[in-house]
C-alpha cells in the first residue's frame, strides 16, 4: 500500500526545554484563623542571578464569592498599589508588607475581617530580561468567627488563713468545625505587679507544666490543676501563702495545626479574675539566732552552727528550720524533727560529713565535718511555724518567702588552709572533651599570700616534653605559646586564687597532659613555684557522632506512604547529609544533599516523589525522608550518610554506610472471571465464547488478554491483546485460520473470541487468561498475577445432538499377533495418532475424514507393500448426562479388512 500526502506541510518544532529557575514560595495553606486575629503569611523567592538584589513583593486577594477577580492589597514598591477597600487600613498600618531580607517578606493583618477571607496571592515583580520559573504562589485563608468561651464561676472576692486550701474552677469550650486543641493556665496577678505569674497550666497536648516558684509544691502535690468534666478545669492549691495573695485568673487558648504541622493559636480568652486575700499567722514575735563554734577552721576540723529560737507559747508551736549558703539550701528540719538534705549535699550526708538535729525545745544544730576549704561562706538559719501534719520527707528547693522569716541573724564562717604556697590542685571540669568544643581547666592556689604568675603547658600523647600554651604574668600581662599564637586560647584570673585556662574547637591532636605551674612573686623576685598536672582526652568527632538509619516499615505495598528516619545522635554541629537510593548492584544515585549551611540539593526528578523533614531533640536531629505513594521507581537499598565540616575539612562519620532496603509488593489482585463451563455447536455455525469480569481491583485497571486452545496435550496461544488493545495471533495459527478468528473488548468489561464456521477441528479447551494492569502514583504500569478460566467446546455434525461418536482405526501386520491404534477421533472432534515409533511412517500417510455424522473414512496416501494386513474400526458411543458430563453408552467394531497392496502409489480407501 502506498499512502501520498498532499497539501499538508509537516513542521518539526525544536523546544529548548530547561529547569526553572526562579521559584517563589508562601506559607501553605488552607489558614484557619479567627475574626479579629493577626494574620501572617510568609512568601520569598529564589533563583535571581544576583541574590542579594533586593526584590519587589506585591500582594492580592481572590474573594470566594467572585473567584476570578483579583484585589490588589500592598505592594513593596508602590504605596497606591491598594484598592480602594484596602487603602485606608494599609495607609493606617493596619495591613504591611515588610522585608525580612532582600528575597522574602512578612504580609500582616493586624485585625482580620470576615471578608478578608479568600485565595492571597504572593507575586514577584521580575527584574531580569528573561521570564524562567514561577514568579507567585498561592495562600487560602479561612476566617471562622470565634467560638471560645471561657467562665469561672467563683465569687469576685476570697479570704484565707495561711495554710488553708484553695479550690477554683472554670469552664472553657469551643464550638469551632475544625479540629482545634485547648491549652488551660492559672494566672496570678499580684498588686503592683504588671505581668501576671503562671501557677500552672495545661498545653495542648495534656501535659502539666508548674510556674516558676511554685515547681516545689507542685512536685510536693501542693498545687495540682485537673480537668474534671467535658469543658471545667479545677485549681487546687493547699497550704496558701501569704505570697498566693491577688487576683487569680483562668486563660484558656485556641490551637490549630496549620499545613505545615505547626500549632498556631488562633484565639485565647480569660475568666473573670478572684481576688485572693490570705491573712498571715501570728509570729511577731519569733526570733532566730545562728552562730558557729568556732567560726575560724582549719580543713578537717568540725564546723558547727547552731540556730535558736525565742518565740511566745514555744512549747505549743512547732516550726521548720532550714540552713542555706550562697542560696543552696544544705539541710531542713521539719516540725516532727525529720531531716531533708539539700541535692547538692545528700553525699555528705550520706557519708555522714553532713549531720543535723534537734538538740532542745528551742536548738537546733547542723555539723559539717571534715570542713572543707569550700565551705567558708555566709550561712543563713531560718525558721517559720507550721503544722505537723505538714512535714514532707523530700527536700522543697525553694526557700520560706520574706513573710514567712521574721529575723536572720547572718554568720561568715573562714576555713583556712593547713599549707601555704604550694599547695594547690588542677581542676578539669571536662576530663573528656568533644572535637571542636572549649576546654576549660581551672588551676586552684590555697593560702595566697603574695603575688602570683602561671604559666599553662602542654604535653602531647606522643610527646616527651612540655610546651607553653599561655602565661600569665604576675603584673596581669598575658603571652601566649608559638604554637597556640593562632589559636582561640585565654588565660585568666577569675578570683585571687583561681587560674583559668580557655582553649576553644580543640582537636584530637589537643589530647594529653595539661600543667599549671604557679610562682610567687615578691619584689620582683620569684620566691615559690609549684605545679599541678590533668590529663584531657579529645575525642574525635567520629567516636561521639553516630549515624543510624531506622525504617518502620521495609516491605511494603505500591501507593503506601513510607517514611525512613536518619539519626544524627551527638552534640548539634554542622553536619552534611545525604540520602542516597541504589537500585542495583552497581548503582548508587543521590537523592537529596542537606549541606551544612541548611542549603538543600535535589536530583533532577525526584523532588516530586520525596519529602525531607528535619527534627532537632536535645541529644540528636533526625532526618526525615518520606514517599507519598510509594511506586516500583522508589524500591531499591536506601543510605543516609553524614560528613561533619571542621573549619571546611569534611569528616566522614558513617563508614560502612547506613542502609535499609525497601521492598514493594504489588496490590492483592481481586479480579475474578466467569465463563461458560462447557459449549457445544454445530459444524459451519459461528463460535463465540466469553470471559467477564465479576470483580476488579481498580476502577481504573487495564486489561491484557490471552486466548488459549489445548487440544491433547498440545496447548497453543489463538490470539492475544495487551492492556492497550493491540492485538496479535499465535505463532502456530495458520493464516487460513486468522481469517476466521476475531476478539472484542465489549462492556462489563466482556472478552469474546468468535470463529467463524466452526469446524469439527476447532474443538478442544479454550482457557481465557486476564492479566490486570495497574498505574502506581507516578503514573508507571504495573501487572498484577493472571487469572483464567476454561470453557470445554464440541462442535457437531448436524443429527442427533444426543449421541456422539469416538472411532478407532486398528491395524495389524500380516503374519502379526499384535494389533496397534493408528488413528483416533474421540467423541468431541478431537483427531491423535497414538505414538508408535513402528508405524510413524504409516501414520504420517493417513487421512481421515467424515462426510456425514455416523460415516468415517480412512485413507492412505502412497500405499506400498508394506501397507498390508488387517483393518478394522472400534466405535464408542458418548452422551452427554444433565450435569454436563460424558458417560459412554455403547462399544462396537467393525471389520476386519485384509488389505494386499499389489500396485505402489495408489490411493487407497476404506
Excluded at 511566745?312 to 512547732?318: A, D, M
Excluded at 563508614?655 to 459444524?683: G, M
Excluded at 449421541?803 to 468431541?828: C, G, M, P, Q
Amino acid at each position: 500500500m502506498c499512502v501520498i500526502l498532499s497539501d499538508f506541510l509537516l513542521l518539526t518544532l525544536l523546544i529548548d526545554v530547561r529547569e526553572a529557575i526562579v521559584h517563589t514560595e508562601a506559607q501553605a495553606g488552607p489558614l484557619y484563623r479567627v475574626v479579629g486575629s493577626p494574620l501572617s503569611i510568609s512568601c520569598n523567592v529564589s533563583g535571581f542571578s544576583n541574590p542579594d538584589a533586593e526584590q519587589e513583593f506585591e500582594v492580592r486577594v481572590k474573594k470566594p464569592a467572585n473567584p476570578t477577580f483579583e484585589i490588589n492589597i500592598i505592594s513593596t514598591g508602590n504605596n497606591d498599589f491598594g484598592y480602594a477597600i484596602y487603602l485606608d487600613r494599609v495607609r493606617s498600618k493596619e495591613i504591611t508588607l515588610t522585608h525580612v531580607s532582600p528575597t522574602a517578606v512578612v504580609f500582616e493583618i493586624q485585625r482580620l475581617q470576615k471578608n478578608d477571607e479568600g485565595e492571597f496571592e504572593c507575586s514577584v515583580k521580575n527584574s531580569e530580561n528573561v521570564y524562567l520559573g514561577t514568579y507567585s504562589a498561592h495562600t487560602v485563608v479561612k476566617v471562622i468567627d470565634n467560638s471560645l468561651s471561657v467562665s469561672s464561676p467563683a465569687s469576685t472576692s476570697l479570704s484565707y488563713n495561711e495554710g488553708e486550701a484553695l479550690m477554683l474552677t472554670c469552664q472553657a469550650s469551643s464550638n469551632t468545625v475544625q479540629h482545634t486543641h485547648l491549652s488551660i493556665a492559672w494566672y496570678l496577678r499580684k498588686d503592683g505587679e504588671d505581668d501576671p505569674r503562671p501557677i500552672i497550666s495545661l498545653d495542648r497536648d495534656f501535659t502539666l507544666s508548674p510556674g516558676p516558684g511554685f515547681e516545689g509544691r507542685y512536685q510536693a502535690g501542693l498545687v495540682r490543676l485537673d480537668k474534671i468534666g467535658e469543658a471545667t478545669y479545677r485549681l487546687k492549691m493547699d497550704q496558701l501563702e501569704v505570697s498566693d495573695q491577688g487576683q487569680i485568673y483562668c486563660q484558656a487558648r485556641e490551637w490549630i495545626q496549620d499545613p505545615d504541622r505547626s500549632w498556631y493559636a488562633i484565639t485565647q480568652a480569660d475568666a473573670a479574675e478572684t481576688t485572693v486575700n490570705v491573712r498571715a499567722r501570728d509570729t511577731s514575735s519569733l526570733v532566730v539566732r545562728i552562730s558557729a563554734q568556732p567560726p575560724t577552721l582549719q580543713e578537717g576540723q568540725e564546723l558547727s552552727l547552731s540556730c535558736n529560737i525565742d518565740t511566745e507559747k514555744l512549747r505549743e508551736r512547732f516550726f521548720s528550720v532550714a540552713w542555706r549558703k550562697g542560696g543552696v539550701e544544705l539541710a531542713r528540719i521539719g516540725p516532727t524533727g525529720i531531716l531533708s538534705v539539700g541535692p547538692e549535699y545528700s553525699v555528705r550526708g550520706q557519708e555522714g560529713e553532713l549531720r543535723a538535729a534537734r538538740v532542745g525545745s528551742k536548738d537546733y544544730r547542723l555539723i559539717l565535718q571534715p570542713v572543707r576549704t569550700d565551705d567558708h561562706g555566709v550561712y543563713i538559719c531560718t525558721a517559720w511555724p507550721q503544722d505537723r501534719g505538714q512535714d514532707v520527707l523530700q527536700i522543697v528547693t525553694q526557700s520560706p518567702s520574706d513573710e514567712t522569716v521574721h529575723k536572720i541573724f547572718l554568720n561568715t564562717v573562714v576555713v583556712m588552709s593547713n599549707f601555704i604556697l604550694p599547695n594547690m590542685s588542677l581542676v578539669s571540669s571536662q576530663k573528656v572533651v568533644n572535637e571542636r568544643d572549649k576546654l576549660v581547666l581551672t588551676c586552684k592556689v590555697l593560702g595566697v599570700k603574695g603575688q602570683l604568675s602561671v604559666t599553662w603547658q602542654h604535653k602531647a600523647t606522643s610527646a616527651a616534653i612540655f610546651t607553653n600554651v599561655i602565661s600569665l604574668s604576675q603584673e596581669g600581662v598575658m603571652e601566649t605559646g608559638g604554637e597556640f599564637s593562632r589559636r582561640r586560647v585565654k588565660a585568666t584570673r577569675p578570683t585571687t586564687d583561681t587560674f583559668t585556662l580557655e582553649l576553644d574547637e580543640v582537636t584530637p591532636s589537643d589530647s594529653g597532659v595539661y600543667q599549671c605551674a604557679v610562682s610567687e612573686w615578691k619584689t620582683n623576685s620569684k620566691t615559690n613555684s609549684q605545679s599541678q598536672t590533668a590529663t584531657v582526652t579529645v575525642e574525635p568527632v567520629e567516636s561521639y557522632v553516630k549515624v543510624n538509619l531506622v525504617s518502620r516499615d521495609n516491605i511494603v505495598t505500591v501507593g503506601d506512604d513510607v517514611a525512613l528516619m536518619c539519626r544524627v545522635r551527638g552534640p548539634h554541629v554542622p553536619i552534611t547529609l545525604t540520602w542516597s537510593l541504589q537500585r542495583d548492584a552497581t548503582n548508587l544515585d543521590n537523592i537529596l544533599t542537606l549541606n551544612y549551611d541548611g542549603a538543600v540539593s535535589w536530583s533532577a526528578g525526584v523532588e516530586q516523589s520525596y519529602q525531607l523533614k528535619v527534627e532537632n531533640k536535645p541529644n540528636e536531629v533526625r532526618y526525615h525522608l518520606l514517599i507519598h505513594g510509594a511506586s516500583q521507581r522508589e524500591a531499591g537499598s536506601y543510605q543516609c550518610s553524614a560528613s561533619v565540616f571542621i573549619e571546611n575539612l569534611a569528616v566522614k562519620v558513617n563508614k560502612p554506610a547506613y542502609r535499609t532496603q525497601l521492598s514493594l509488593f504489588l496490590l492483592v489482585s481481586k479480579l475474578d472471571l466467569t465463563s461458560a463451563p462447557a459449549l457445544t455447536s454445530n459444524i459451519n455455525t459461528d463460535l463465540e465464547i466469553k470471559c467477564s469480569v465479576i470483580s476488579t481491583t481498580s476502577a481504573s485497571s487495564r486489561y491484557a488478554v490471552t486466548w488459549l486452545l489445548q487440544q491433547q496435550a498440545e496447548k497453543q496461544i489463538i490470539v492475544s491483546s495487551d492492556r492497550d488493545a493491540l492485538l496479535a495471533f499465535g505463532p502456530q495459527v495458520e493464516l487460513s485460520h486468522r481469517q476466521r478468528i476475531s476478539m472484542k473488548h465489549t462492556k462489563g468489561p466482556s472478552f469474546e473470541l468468535s470463529i467463524r464456521q466452526a469446524q469439527i477441528s476447532d474443538g478442544g479447551s479454550y482457557t481465557c487468561e486476564v492479566v490486570e494492569w495497574l498505574q502506581d502514583p507516578r503514573g508507571d504500569w504495573y501487572e498484577l498475577s493472571p487469572v483464567s478460566r476454561t470453557t470445554n467446546v464440541t462442535v457437531l455434525e448436524p443429527g442427533n445432538p444426543s449421541f456422539f461418536y469416538k472411532v478407532t482405526w486398528l491395524y495389524t501386520e500380516h503374519d502379526s499377533s499384535i494389533t496397534n491404534a493408528l488413528v483416533e477421533l474421540d467423541h468431541r472432534g478431537l483427531l491423535s495418532y497414538p505414538e508408535n515409533q513402528k508405524l510413524r511412517g504409516l501414520q504420517g500417510r493417513l487421512r481421515l475424514s467424515r462426510p456425514a455424522q455416523s460415516s468415517f473414512h480412512l485413507g492412505i496416501q502412497r500405499a506400498h507393500e508394506g501397507d498390508g494386513g488387517t483393518y478394522k474400526c472400534q466405535v464408542e458411543q458418548h452422551q452427554l448426562d444433565h450435569e454436563g458430563r460424558w458417560q459412554q453408552k455403547a462399544s462396537e467394531s467393525a471389520g476386519p479388512i485384509t488389505l494386499t497392496v499389489n500396485v505402489p502409489g495408489m490411493m487407497t480407501s476404506f
